[in-house]
């Protein structure tokens, strides 16, 4: 009986090594290397080669047509922002998540919509029945002729079901339970979770049909398997939200036909999923009049403007090192903020606890929110509270200046239509810029000066209340 032979491979870079290694020597990651069988090399390799028997070409670019290929849109908008305007027929979408988050849920209702559109939609599910996935199908709302179930892992007889229906869209749920029979290796294994997957591009790209794939993501949030699965598929979005509340966020960390970092957001009810038309106001919708170490940032979401707020708490430290807690934020850029201010705005902070979030469960990462995050920080920390009809827009440096940031008309314009009063924005991003609508835009330069605009004018303000009255 001949020797099986086996090497580690990194489930994060792809890197393979004879013998097994504590850590990765390409990626430096830890614990990220699995053992694997050798497969013997086969004389007969599989080309792309359509289920109508064609072979693919080689053609010049003037002569590839993109007419036949329009976006294929679904009744939820949401996902159509996401996507980048809509369906794209052959492309190759992964959605990852945590358990039990509703990305099942998403897909049943996405698929009962396409099938509605005229296309045959093949929903393939590793983890139920077709009894289940029916009984949850009806419980959505969703049925429609061209619809059509297969509880099945084995990656062959899924092929023989394609070339038999010969679907528009394929659905995967999920990726890791499916095996390829010519793999020797156990069901959800770094091999297994590659070959399925070079399978399925071979069918959505030669066949025009549009892949849809489930992956199960790791205790640190990313997706399970290599990683060099998200570098195969077209497209990969996160399904991101809190099991104890009921709104979801769809978010695309890579997408070859639209723009990255893309938005949706959701809600999950008893029938299924609805889309949130206005994120904003529901992000706003339980701020408290007259409360401190509150601001308004307009972030930027894809092509989205959002209002989010942002909460400060700083408090004395009762231990010798000060801590720096942050939900939904860099932790390492809220050391930054905090550091400036303490630099270039006088603030004592190195002996203060400080608890920073985004509230609404969002993940907030672009410049954009440093201002914000400084006022939040200075109203709790000088017990100072800001305006209702106050919103902030900057990046700000290491030497305490307000650098400008993109996009700036579309913030404004966001916050004028929630009804805010003042924006403060970058001084460097009035030139060129006429503000047009009603809302009060204020050029600031430095954390300084917004600082002692946002809450001496308001002192003023008070004052001419008080003397009226």
């Known amino acids: 009986m001949a020797k099986i032979k086996t090497q580690f491979l990194c489930s994060n870079c792809g890197y393979i090594s004879p013998k097994y290694l504590g850590r990765c020597p390409n990626c430096g990651e830890w614990g990220t290397l699995v053992e694997e069988r050798i497969q013997p090399d086969t004389p007969d390799r599989k080309s792309r080669v359509s289920l109508d ?88 709302g969703v049925g429609a002729n061209d619809f059509y179930l297969y509880p099945e892992t084995d990656m062959s007889l899924i092929r023989k079901q394609v070339d038999e229906l010969k679907p528009n869209f394929l659905i995967i749920d999920s990726i890791q339970t499916m095996q390829e029979p010519d793999v020797q290796s ?77 938005l949706g957001i959701f809600e999950m009810q008893t029938h299924g999923l609805t889309e949130v038309s206005n994120p904003s106001q529901i992000f706003l919708e339980e701020r408290i009049d007259g409360a401190t170490g509150s601001a308004i940032v307009v972030s930027m979401e894809g092509t989205r403007p959002i209002l989010v707020e942002m909460q400060a708490l700083i408090t004395p430290s009762v231990f010798g090192n000060a801590q720096r807690t942050a939900t939904g934020l860099d932790r390492n850029r809220v050391a930054l903020i905090m550091a400036v201010l303490e630099k270039r705005a006088n603030m004592l902070l190195q002996n203060q606890d400080a608890f920073l979030k985004a509230a609404g469960g969002v993940k ?39 650098r400008r940031v993109n996009r700036i008309e579309e913030r404004v314009a966001e916050a004028e239509k929630l009804g805010f009063n003042r924006v403060f924005i970058p001084k460097n991003n009035l030139q060129g810029w006429t503000p047009t609508g009603e809302i009060e835009v204020v050029g600031v330069a430095t954390i300084s000066e917004a600082l002692q605009k946002a809450f001496n004018d308001q002192q003023s303000k008070y004052r001419i209340n008080m003397k009226n009255d």
Not at 59 to 72: H, L, M, Q, W
Not at 371 to 383: M, R, T
Not at 385 to 393: H, M
């Open 186 to 262: 156990a069901v959800g294994s770094v091999s297994q979770v590659r070959e399925v997957t070079a399978e399925l591009l071979q069918i959505a790209k030669t066949n025009g049909i549009t892949v849809f794939i489930v992956g199960h993501v790791t205790k640190e949030g990313s997706i399970a398997g290599p990683k060099m699965l998200e570098h195969m598929v077209d497209t990969v979005l996160y399904f991101e939200g809190d099991l104890h509340h009921a709104y979801r966020i769809l978010r695309a960390v890579k997408n070859r036909f639209g723009s990255t970092n893309e």
């Open 53 to 140: 028997g064609e072979v693919a070409k080689v053609a010049k670019i003037g002569d590839v047509s993109t007419e036949d290929t329009p976006r294929v849109k679904v009744q939820l908008s949401e996902l159509n922002r996401v996507l980048g305007g809509g369906v794209v027929p052959g492309s190759m979408v992964l959605i990852g998540g945590d358990p039990g988050i509703g990305k099942s849920t998403l897909l049943l209702q996405m698929s009962g919509q396409l099938a509605q559109t005229g296309g045959l939609v093949l929903y393939v599910s590793g983890e139920e029945s077709a009894v289940q996935i029916k009984m949850r199908a009806e419980r959505l």
């Open 364 to 402: 907030l990462d672009e410049p954009a929110i440093d201002l914000a995050v400084a006022v939040a920080v200075a109203s709790s920390y000088k017990d100072k509270e800001t305006q209702l009809g106050d919103a902030f827009i900057g990046e700000i440096g290491l030497t305490g200046e307000i």
